[in-house]
């Protein structure tokens, strides 16, 4: 394809002073005007910066304003070619000096596309793919380390102490910084490239109406991480997409559920059927949809009726999928064909996306990171009472529940041999990564990531069901399907008479060890109601430091930075 624009970037910065030379200004302003040789202003050329500021379109005049912006250096973006094409020029923002940008731009091509086509289209959900492997999303600094037992009673974590120990507020680095990772994937990734479906004026194609669900998948996908981060996140959708009045979009815990299950309904609707585990498909769409309806039946949104919804979903999935033969063989390298992988993100070093996934957190003496230690609970869940293990230990260690050994290592790595370690406190999860005799580098790891599987699927119809009715021989049997891989002898199934309160508990402990360091025990204590208690026994019983919740610590606050850019947005209660 022939770009019809050149950017030959000619920058003129217009210093004017303030109003009050003395006085101290923190933010600033920008304005950039786009202008080609003739010096005919262009409109309707889309402006965005790095770090982001916000996304807008320019005038008639040619003109975009960005006011209340930080000092410092940014990268200007101008995208071209319903955004193809990007052009980027380094800008230096002063404190107390209106900065003034002309970007000049020649016309070549009197005759530009009207937008890119099926292949085009296909390339840029690819690169939205790879994104999802970003450090704030799902690689093995995102979402399972920043939010999914961090903050239980799974695990310890001096490197997110302030998350870990509810210590943090609206100033707090990782929550600007996820928050901003996740808009820039949905604002300008997702959105962007939706805005191009929505202008076709002929039906879609069959090929656009699948490229239309995948992105809709995606964007529930992280709309999902979103609410459950934030609680009240700022909703915007591609009929949003280049409108400078931030005051408009919607913010809110039902608006963003709301468009998370129209986006799931749509992509379930209008998906294939899987074929491959690392891209959405209708099983997919179908599964996260029901993991939804869960979610929101529990706390805070507490709509009772999405319980049945849930079971709708799990039992329209039932049969397609099974449970692995071997628990370990989920966190291998390569999941290719295991049944019971409904969707996963594919880190390969062979495209320059390899993870950190047993970079961050595993064995000492392997690990380049200390991240995440295992609390004595964490530990415990997998023996009997009378066989808790203490310090010191004596070894071996005998347990019927063969999960025990592939989440916690028991050891050290000296000169790559195995040390057995009899103070627990110096054990580590060890989920991921087991090949110890290859050396480990950041960011060099080919792992996939699960999002979706089929034990989830059976835990939560058992959940959901107890929630409706009580337990009874269909919840007992899903739990002990999963208990049945996990234990190598005959005790796997549950006792009988359990009471409703009961068989949560028992599934509660069941999904704390199926999923332990897989990014699930958080959501699950939230949606139950069980988070300040469980961290209430927690303090009671550890010598560590303390987790200090406070009733509206189940969600993070909304950024401060955000109130820069939107003054309109509203502050999470307690914050």
């Given at each position: 394809?022939?770009?019809?624009?050149?950017?030959?970037?000619?920058?003129?910065?217009?210093?004017?002073?303030?109003?009050?030379?003395?006085k101290?200004?923190?933010?600033?302003?920008?304005?950039?005007?786009?202008?080609?040789?003739?010096?005919?202003?262009?409109?309707?050329v889309?402006?965005?910066?790095?770090?982001i500021?916000?996304?807008?379109?320019?005038?008639?005049?040619?003109?975009?304003?960005?006011?209340?912006?930080?000092?410092?250096?940014?990268?200007?973006?101008?995208?071209?070619i319903?955004?193809?094409?990007?052009?980027?020029?380094?800008?230096?923002?002063?404190?107390?000096?209106?900065?003034?940008?002309?970007?000049?731009?020649?016309?070549?091509?009197?005759?530009?596309?009207?937008?890119?086509?099926?292949?085009?289209?296909?390339?840029?959900?690819?690169?939205?793919?790879?994104?999802?492997?970003?450090?704030y999303?799902?690689?093995?600094?995102?979402?399972?380390?920043?939010?999914?037992?961090?903050?239980?009673?799974?695990?310890?974590?001096?490197?997110?102490?302030?998350?870990?120990?509810?210590?943090?507020?609206?100033?707090?680095?990782?929550?600007?910084?996820v928050?901003?990772?996740?808009?820039?994937?949905?604002?300008?990734?997702?959105?962007?490239?939706?805005?191009?479906?929505?202008?076709?004026?002929?039906?879609?194609?069959?090929?656009?109406?699948?490229?239309?669900?995948?992105?809709?998948?995606?964007?529930?996908?992280?709309?999902?991480?979103?609410?459950?981060?934030?609680?009240?996140?700022?909703?915007?959708?591609?009929?949003?997409?280049?409108q400078?009045?931030?005051?408009?979009?919607?913010?809110?815990?039902?608006?963003?559920?709301?468009l998370?299950?129209?986006?799931?309904?749509?992509?379930?609707?209008?998906?294939p059927?899987?074929?491959?585990?690392?891209r959405?498909?209708?099983?997919?769409?179908?599964?996260?949809?029901?993991?939804?309806?869960?979610?929101?039946?529990?706390?805070?949104?507490?709509?009772?009726e999405?319980?049945?919804?849930?079971?709708?979903?799990?039992?329209?999935?039932?049969?397609?999928?099974?449970?692995?033969?071997?628990?370990?063989?989920?966190?291998?390298?390569?999941?290719?064909?295991?049944?019971?992988?409904?969707?996963?993100?594919?880190?390969?070093?062979?495209?320059?996306?390899?993870?950190?996934?047993?970079?961050?957190?595993?064995?000492?003496?392997?690990?380049?990171?200390?991240?995440?230690?295992?609390t004595?609970?964490?530990?415990?869940g997998?023996?009997?009472?009378?066989?808790?293990?203490?310090?010191p230990?004596?070894?071996?260690?005998?347990?019927?529940?063969?999960?025990?050994?592939?989440?916690?290592?028991?050891?050290?790595?000296?000169?790559?041999?195995?040390?057995?370690?009899?103070?627990?406190?110096?054990?580590?999860?060890?989920?991921?990564?087991?090949?110890?005799?290859?050396?480990?580098?950041?960011?060099?790891?080919?792992?996939?990531?699960?999002?979706?599987?089929?034990?989830?699927?059976?835990?939560?119809?058992?959940?959901?069901?107890?929630?409706?009715?009580?337990?009874?021989?269909?919840?007992?049997?899903?739990?002990?399907?999963?208990?049945?891989?996990?234990?190598?002898?005959?005790?796997?199934?549950?006792?009988?008479?359990?009471?409703?309160?009961?068989?949560?508990?028992?599934?509660?402990?069941?999904?704390?060890?199926?999923?332990?360091?897989?990014?699930?025990?958080?959501?699950?204590?939230?949606?139950?109601?069980?988070?300040?208690?469980?961290?209430d026994?927690?303090?009671?019983?550890?010598?560590?430091?303390?987790?200090?919740f406070?009733?509206?610590?189940y969600?993070?606050?909304?950024?401060?930075?955000?109130?820069?850019?939107?003054?309109?947005?509203?502050?999470?209660?307690?914050?």
């Amino acid at each position: 394809m022939k770009p019809f624009f050149y950017l030959l970037f000619s920058l003129f910065f217009i210093a004017g002073c303030s109003k009050d030379d003395d006085k101290e200004v923190n933010t600033s302003s920008l304005k950039l005007i786009v202008i080609d040789k003739e010096g005919n202003f262009i409109p309707n050329v889309e402006i965005r910066t790095e770090p982001i500021t916000k996304t807008a379109l320019t005038d008639d005049m040619g003109e975009v304003f960005f006011n209340n912006i930080e000092p410092g250096d940014y990268v200007v973006i101008a995208s071209i070619i319903e955004g193809l094409v990007e052009y980027r020029k380094g800008v230096t923002i002063k404190s107390g000096i209106e900065n003034e940008v002309v970007f000049i731009i020649d016309l070549i091509d009197s005759n530009p596309p009207t937008g890119p086509g099926e292949a085009e289209i296909e390339g840029l959900i690819n690169d939205i793919y790879q994104q999802l492997k970003g450090r704030y999303v799902f690689d093995a600094s995102g979402y399972v380390s920043y939010w999914g037992d961090v903050g239980t009673d799974l695990v310890s974590s001096n490197f997110y102490s302030e998350l870990d120990r509810y210590s943090f507020d609206s100033g707090t680095p990782i929550i600007n910084y996820v928050w901003e990772s996740h808009y820039n994937l949905i604002a300008a990734g997702i959105n962007k490239v939706l805005i191009h479906l929505k202008d076709v004026e002929t039906d879609l194609s069959s090929m656009q109406l699948k490229q239309k669900a995948e992105l809709q998948f995606l964007r529930g996908l992280l709309y999902f991480n979103m609410v459950r981060l934030y609680g009240n996140p700022i909703v915007v959708t591609e009929d949003d997409y280049g409108q400078p009045d931030t005051s408009t979009y919607a913010q809110g815990m039902q608006e963003a559920y709301d468009l998370i299950i129209s986006d799931l309904q749509f992509a379930k609707s209008n998906l294939p059927s899987i074929s491959t585990s690392s891209r959405a498909s209708t099983e997919a769409a179908t599964a996260l949809l029901g993991k939804v309806y869960l979610q929101s039946a529990g706390f805070p949104m507490l709509v009772n009726e999405n319980y049945n919804k849930a079971i709708q979903q799990f039992e329209e999935i039932e049969g397609k999928f099974s449970l692995a033969e071997d628990y370990g063989a989920l966190f291998s390298s390569d999941l290719s064909g295991n049944p019971e992988v409904i969707f996963k993100i594919d880190f390969n070093t062979e495209n320059s996306q390899g993870g950190n996934y047993g970079v961050l957190w595993g064995p000492l003496g392997y690990a380049l990171y200390d991240f995440f230690q295992p609390t004595p609970k964490a530990i415990n869940g997998y023996f009997q009472a009378a066989n808790m293990v203490e310090t010191p230990v004596s070894f071996p260690i005998e347990t019927a529940d063969t999960r025990f050994y592939q989440n916690i290592a028991t050891f050290k790595v000296e000169s790559g041999q195995k040390t057995n370690l009899e103070d627990i406190t110096d054990w580590r999860p060890y989920k991921y990564k087991k090949d110890i005799a290859t050396p480990i580098e950041e960011n060099g790891g080919s792992f996939d990531f699960i999002i979706l599987r089929y034990a989830d699927v059976l835990l939560m119809k058992a959940e959901a069901i107890n929630a409706i009715s009580g337990p009874n021989s269909e919840t007992y049997s899903l739990v002990n399907e999963v208990r049945k891989r996990a234990y190598s002898d005959e005790m796997y199934p549950l006792p009988q008479g359990l009471s409703k309160q009961e068989f949560l508990e028992v599934i509660m402990e069941e999904r704390s060890k199926e999923f332990f360091m897989e990014g699930h025990r958080k959501d699950d204590l939230i949606r139950n109601q069980m988070l300040e208690e469980v961290l209430d026994d927690y303090n009671a019983q550890t010598g560590r430091s303390k987790k200090i919740f406070k009733s509206y610590n189940y969600i993070w606050p909304i950024p401060a930075k955000e109130f820069t850019f939107n003054p309109s947005v509203k502050q999470n209660p307690g914050y």
